[in-house]
């Protein structure tokens, strides 16, 4: 039976007034207990479909999702998942400390509740009323929401988006003391430094598959720098990642894209080797750029 | 056990704590109440029928206002639904019978609170009827009031917060109109027949009990059992299939 988490094969298609948009077009994920995992990828890419699906909140078209050896349902309904979804606000009329107690007392085993409202830094709101809260206090009761219910695995779907990067640093720090023991954790970025800096394994979705997974560093070499395009019939793309300075290619047609770890080196050696290659681009560092690169 | 307790104590507070439901909820009823009754606590037999005006719209708002309490439920579904908090919920190991069952206890409180406060005005305005007369029209009503609770329920989860409002009004209004709350349908017709299929004609039935009226017959029962059971098989298909992202 496994034992962590495993997505195989998973597809969802929304139909929409312009037609369907295939969303998630099989997706296979591994997890293994213990480990903290990012799925990387730009807006648009999949990563919320997917976790709404590890999560059991979306029904799949196709594949299957295994938490702990159970459906979604099971596992949630032992307590074993907690998560902190992308939107959401908190219901009104209680207090920050009220709300807490209320969804802890759901869960078999949740950390107490004075030292979670400490670590995540909200004791000095804890008696205020949940509908007062400014967007950034909200935010971080939701964080301290799914830290408190204590879970084999906490899910976090693009928990920084909307913090500057003060907030973010701090943000990460909380979750490296409180989240490293022995709990699987899952959480979607478009953030690469904070996959580097948090994650042991980035996975790296766009347009509804995963382009690339494995270690952090791995992901950086590939994503982190330039892209070159060119046209170059021919040569197969194995052949192209021998090359100095380039990580991967990707075949398209005629044309090629290249991820680099270092473009100067790369452009020369592409040169040395293929003298006939044409119509060379030079694209930025970002990695939305990368991702587009990667897997037009 | 011990964990509904607390989530529903929780549950309890926040419904009591949202002042502008609650006091509209009880407000109204007691309102209207007021305006009809008031001036005229002297009628001792409306329209020749030998119930005094004060007892017969007493316990005809008891009914209009508990089953707008229940139904209210749903107004507060939509609500939570829309800002997202519900997709939070559902990956808490609350069960879905347990959701039902707190909003359910909730409505209830709103609704008892709601009749409480007419049987009250009543009494101000000198309605006498014999305690067994209270007592029994009290439990019928409350019974009476399930297949709203999941009816309430269910609209929360059909329909989104911007038109749960109109449909929510739309729905009490037809109900209190075809099921009798407001003039009595006739013993014969279409109307007749139509208003003993609805639970809103029963309730009413039930807060006749206190006017001298009978408790309800086998139909009563099988209509407001099988309103039950499909509000709520219903509203548990609903509840499951809502969860996507606004």
Known sequence: MPRGIELRQLRKTYRTSNGPIEAVRGVDITIEPGETVALLGPNGAGKSTTIDMLLGLTPPDGGTVSLFGEDPEHAIARGAVGAMLQSGQLIRDLTVRELLTQIASLYPQPLDLDATLDLVGIESIANQRTQKLSGGQAQRVRFALALLTNPELLVLDEPTVGMDVESRRAFWGTMRDAASHGKTVLFATHYLEEADEFADRAILMARGIIVADGPTTEIKAMVGTRTIRATLPDVPAEQLERLDGITHAERRGESVALACSDSDAAIRALLGAYPQVSDIEIGGGSLEDAFLELTA | ?246
């Open chain 2, 1 to 246: 056990m011990k964990k509904r307790a607390t989530y529903l104590r929780f549950e309890l507070m926040r419904t009591l704590r949202n002042k502008r439901f609650f006091l509209l909820s009880l407000g109204f009823p007691l309102l209207i109440y007021l305006l009809v009754a008031a001036p005229n606590r002297t009628d001792r037999s409306l329209a020749g029928t030998g119930i005094s005006l004060r007892l017969y719209f007493m316990v005809g708002l008891a009914s209009f206002g508990s089953m707008n309490a229940m139904l209210g439920t749903g107004v507060r579904i939509a609500v939570e639904r829309t800002t997202g908090w519900n997709r939070q919920l559902r990956l808490t190991p609350l069960s879905t019978r347990a959701y039902f069952g707190t909003k359910v206890v909730a409505g209830y409180v709103v609704a008892a609170c709601t009749i409480t406060l007419l049987y009250i005005a009543g009494a101000g305005l000198g309605v006498h009827i014999p305690a067994v007369d209270w007592v029994k029209m009290t439990l019928l009503l409350l019974v009476g009031l399930v297949p709203f609770a999941a009816l309430g329920i269910l609209i929360g989860h059909l329909i989104s917060a911007d038109a749960v409002a109109p449909a929510i009004g739309g729905i009490t209004a037809l109900l209190s109109f075809l099921g009798g709350i407001w003039f009595p349908v006739g013993q014969s017709g279409v109307l007749h027949y139509v208003a003993q299929a609805l639970p809103s004609y029963w309730l009413v039935q039930a807060s006749h009990v206190g006017v001298g009226g009978a408790s309800w017959n086998g139909t009563g029962w099988a209509v407001m059992a099988a309103w039950t059971l499909v509000a709520t098989r219903l509203a548990m298909r609903a509840y499951a299939r809502d969860t996507g992202r606004g």
